[in-house]
């Protein structure tokens, strides 16, 4: 092989291992049913179980500190529930499957993917709803097979993008 | 010695330099502790590192080992207990860097924990009541 082939050919499987990084790393769809009709500047987050207890604590510990995070780093203050006079967001969690990191490294190919479908609804003060949304989190591959979390992380930041009516 | 020989003796030298350099590059620049900062609300909950067995109380900038995993147990009286794990993310880029000296600087960098990042950076519990419940 000559020296420009041989680079070519180095070029190339660089790229290749690039696009596979990246191909199916963790990712979350927004779908959004009500757009928010305010900004609240403060909210209380509660987050239900709906998988029939699929959902560990800690797990359910994560997804809440990680849009505690996102929306903090919106702007957006999160309370204890026991502040009535702010909005308050109600997250439902109908699907939770973290897959299998090590099918996700050795295998590849969709093997091992881990999926979190979610519902979410923001009520104001007087409990009327001011927007709500889906947010669908998936994860197929990643640096040693990837970390359900950054499922958590990509969810919160979409649904901080929707609190906050960037997208 | 010849102009080539030691022109070549001077390439070994360096790639050798290199890899030396390499070793344990995430644990040279990437540091062995990492600050989180933890708050809640309301403020002054106690928080304990259950891997550790570490006491605090919110709000606090702490400094965590990387080489050990954490997870963090926020209580404060009336209140339920909230558990946040902490993770540990392979930073790619030291993973890479390290996969120059053949393995030896990724297995020095896991050790340290110089070759993870703790994620979230900050973390923010808002505690329920217990007779919100």
């Known amino acids: 092989m000559n020296h420009g082939k041989m680079k070519r050919y180095l070029s190339g499987f660089s790229l290749s291992v690039l696009v596979l990084m990246l191909y199916g790393c963790a990712s979350a769809n927004l779908s959004v049913v009500q757009a928010m009709a305010a900004k609240p500047a403060s909210a209380s987050l509660i987050l239900i179980d709906n998988t029939g207890s699929k959902v560990s604590n800690e797990d359910i510990g994560n997804l809440k500190s ?3 995070d996102s929306l903090q780093k919106a702007g957006v203050k999160i309370v204890s529930t026991e502040n009535k006079d ?6 439902q969690i109908q699907q939770y499957d973290k897959g299998s990191k090590a099918l996700r490294y050795f295998v590849g190919f969709g093997a091992g993917t881990g999926k979190m479908k979610t519902a979410w609804k923001v009520s104001d003060q007087t409990g ?4 709500s949304c889906n947010i669908d989190g998936s994860i197929s591959m990643g640096v040693f097979g990837g970390d359900f979390y950054n499922v958590h992380e990509k969810a919160a930041e979409a649904f901080s993008q929707f609190f906050t009516g960037t997208k | ?10 390439i070994s030298l360096r790639s050798a330099f290199l890899l030396l ?4 590059c995430g644990t040279l620049f990437g540091g062995l502790t990492q600050d989180i900062k933890l708050t809640s609300d309301p403020p002054n909950a106690q928080v304990i590192d259950t891997d550790t067995g570490v006491k605090y ?3 606090v900038i702490v400094s965590l080992e990387k080489s050990i995993s954490h997870s963090l147990e926020f209580s404060k009286e009336g209140y339920k207990t909230e558990v946040v794990p902490l993770r540990r993310e392979v930073r790619f880029v030291w993973w890479f860097l390290d996969a120059f000296s053949l393995g030896v600087g990724n297995l020095i960098d896991a050790a340290s924990g ?4 703790i994620k979230p950076e900050q973390v923010h519990v808002a505690l329920d009541p217990k007779s919100g419940s």
Do not use: Q
């Open chain 1, 86 to 91: 702010v909005a308050a967001i109600v997250g």
């Open chain 2, 21 to 24: 350099a390499l070793n344990g």
């Open chain 1, 66 to 68: 990680a849009f505690s």
């Open chain 2, 114 to 117: 110089g070759l993870f990042d």
């Open chain 1, 128 to 131: 009327g709803e001011i927007g």
């Open chain 2, 57 to 59: 109380n919110t709000p």
């Open chain 2, 1 to 10: 010695m010849g102009l080539i020989k030691l022109r070549r003796f001077y």
